[in-house]
C-alpha cells in the first residue's frame, strides 16, 4: 500500500509558479546556485515537471519501518459533537520521530548520502524536523548538526535529547558558533530565535564546507512532493470521497502531502489550510519576494510573507512559527485553489484535549489548529444537518509536548494578539 511515486503537482497547475530570484542580478537562479546546498538529484526535483517521480528502493525500505500509517474514522470525537458530519484523520504520529516529518528526511538523507555528502546542518522549530532528520542521517551513515529555535529549545528538552539519541549535534538558535547568530545575540542577547534565524545559521555553516550540504524541512517543492505519500495512502484507505481537506500550515508540507491527491483526484474537494494567529502569513501576509532567512543567505522565494525580519511569539506551536509560507502553496492560494483561516493558541489546545478525551491520541501543538477547525466545521454541520466527509491530518503526536498541555491546563497559557504595526514594520524590511 506504500505508493511507488511521489505526485509533483507542478505540471497539473493552470500556471507555473514564479521563479527563485538570485539577490544580486534578480534573475532565476540555476542548479549552480543551489549546488552549495543541495544534491542535484533534490534539485532535479525541485524544478522537475514530471508528475509522478519514483521513489528509491533504498528510501521505501525505511519507510517500511512505520509506513503505512493507519486512517482513521473519528467515531468518539462526532459522537461528543453530537454531528452528522464524517470524521476522518491520518495519523502519522507513528513514525520513529512521531511525526510527518520523516516522509522527506529520508529521501533527503539517502541522495545527500548517494552524492558523497558527509554532513547535514538543518533548523528546526518545534523539533520534529530535527528528530526526523538526526534519524534519517543514521540510517545512512550521515553526519548531523542542528539549529533549534531558542524557545523550542527551552520549551521541548526531551524533543532535543531525541536528536542526539539520533547521534545530532544540537544548537539553541541564536547561537555563537555562526556568524548570523553572533549578529543577532549582540543586537538581542534574550531573543527567542525565529526558524528564519536558525535556517541563516544551517546555511551558513553548510556552505562554508565541501562534505556539507543543507536540508530543509518544509516549504520547498521537493519536500512537499516527498511528502505525498500521506496523501496517496489515504485516497486508497478511505472508504468515500471528502468534501474537505483541513491541515495545519507553518511552511506547508503537511497540508500539501494530504490535500496535493485530493486536489488531482477530486474538484468537489475543498481544501483548507490553517495557521496559528500570531504567525499568520497566508492571511495577513504578504505576496512578494523575500528571503527565506533572517540574514539574505537563501535566493528570493515569491510567497506569503510576513517579512523575514519577522520574530514570531514563542507559541507551543513551534514548527508553524515561520515567517513565509511554500512559494508553491502560495502561488496556489492566489489561484484561489484552496482557502486559509487562522486561530488562536488556546482554542488550539482546547481541541486538543477534547481529542485527547474522544479520540485516545494526545496531538501535537501544530495539528490542533486543523483539529480546531475540524471541530468547528462539524459543529456548523451540526447547525445545517449537512452530512460532510472531513479529512484532516493528525501530523504528530505530542509525547514531548506535554508541558504546553500542562500550562494550559493550569490556565497559564496565553494567546498572543499580532498588532498590525510588527507585521507592518517587518514588510519594510522585504528586499527591493
Request: glycine share 8%; with cysteine; hydrophobic share 40%.
Amino acid at each position: 500500500m506504500i505508493p511507488s511515486n511521489w505526485y509533483n503537482i507542478i505540471p497539473d497547475l493552470p500556471s507555473p509558479p514564479p521563479p527563485p530570484l538570485h539577490p544580486a542580478t534578480m534573475q532565476p537562479i540555476g542548479p549552480d546556485d543551489l549546488a552549495p546546498l543541495f544534491p542535484m538529484e533534490l534539485i532535479a526535483q525541485e524544478v522537475s515537471t514530471e508528475r509522478f517521480i519514483p521513489i528509491p528502493q533504498e528510501v521505501l525500505d525505511v519507510y517500511r519501518m512505520w509506513r503505512p500509517t493507519p486512517l482513521y474514522r473519528a467515531h468518539r470525537l462526532e459522537k461528543s459533537l453530537g454531528t452528522p458530519a464524517r470524521i476522518y484523520y491520518k495519523y502519522e504520529g507513528v513514525s520513529p520521530a512521531g511525526s510527518h516529518k520523516p516522509n522527506t528526511a529520508v529521501p533527503q538523507a539517502y541522495y545527500n548520502a548517494k552524492a558523497g555528502v558527509r554532513k547535514l546542518t538543518t533548523e528546526t522549530g518545534a523539533g520534529q524536523w530535527g528528530s526526523s532528520l538526526a534519524f534519517a542521517c543514521a540510517q545512512f551513515g550521515l553526519e548531523c548538526e542542528v539549529w533549534m529555535v531558542r524557545a523550542s529549545y527551552d520549551q521541548k528538552p526531551y524533543r532535543r535529547s531525541l536528536m542526539r539519541v539520533y547521534g545530532a549535534t544540537v544548537h539553541a538558535s541564536p547561537s555563537p558558533v555562526t556568524g548570523a547568530g553572533t549578529k543577532i545575540l549582540a543586537e538581542d542577547p534574550g531573543s527567542t530565535g525565529s526558524l528564519g534565524i536558525a535556517i541563516s545559521e544551517a546555511v551558513e555553516v553548510a556552505a562554508a564546507a565541501e562534505d556539507t550540504r543543507y536540508a530543509l524541512g518544509s516549504v520547498l517543492n521537493h519536500v512537499l512532493m516527498h511528502q505525498t505519500v500521506i496523501g496517496e495512502e489515504a485516497l486508497k484507505q478511505l472508504p468515500e470521497m471528502p468534501d474537505l481537506v483541513i491541515g495545519c500550515t507553518g511552511g506547508g508540507s503537511n497540508f500539501a502531502g494530504l490535500a496535493f491527491p485530493f486536489l488531482r483526484e477530486s474538484s468537489k474537494t475543498k481544501l483548507r489550510a490553517v495557521e496559528p494567529e500570531a504567525c499568520p502569513s497566508f492571511t495577513r501576509g504578504r505576496y512578494a519576494y523575500d528571503y527565506g532567512d533572517t540574514a539574505g543567505f537563501t535566493p528570493l522565494m515569491k510567497m506569503h510573507t510576513l517579512g523575514h525580519d519577522f520574530v514570531p511569539d514563542p507559541i507551543h506551536a513551534g514548527g508553524l512559527r515561520y515567517h513565509g509560507m511554500s512559494p508553491l502553496l502560495s502561488h496556489m492560494y492566489e489561484l484561489g485553489m484552496f482557502e486559509a483561516v487562522a486561530r488562536s493558541q488556546r482554542e488550539c489546545f482546547e481541541a486538543g484535549v477534547h481529542f485527547a478525551r474522544t479520540e485516545g491520541i494526545v496531538p501535537a501543538p501544530e495539528p490542533t489548529h486543523a483539529l480546531a477547525e475540524t471541530i468547528a466545521e462539524a459543529l456548523r454541520c451540526k447547525e445545517t444537518g449537512e452530512e460532510k466527509v472531513i479529512l484532516t491530518a493528525l501530523c504528530g503526536h505530542a509525547h514531548f509536548d506535554l508541558a504546553a498541555y500542562d500550562r494550559y491546563l493550569s490556565g497559564e497559557m496565553q494567546d498572543f494578539a499580532l498588532p498590525q504595526e510588527r507585521i507592518d514594520q517587518a514588510l519594510d524590511g522585504l528586499p527591493g
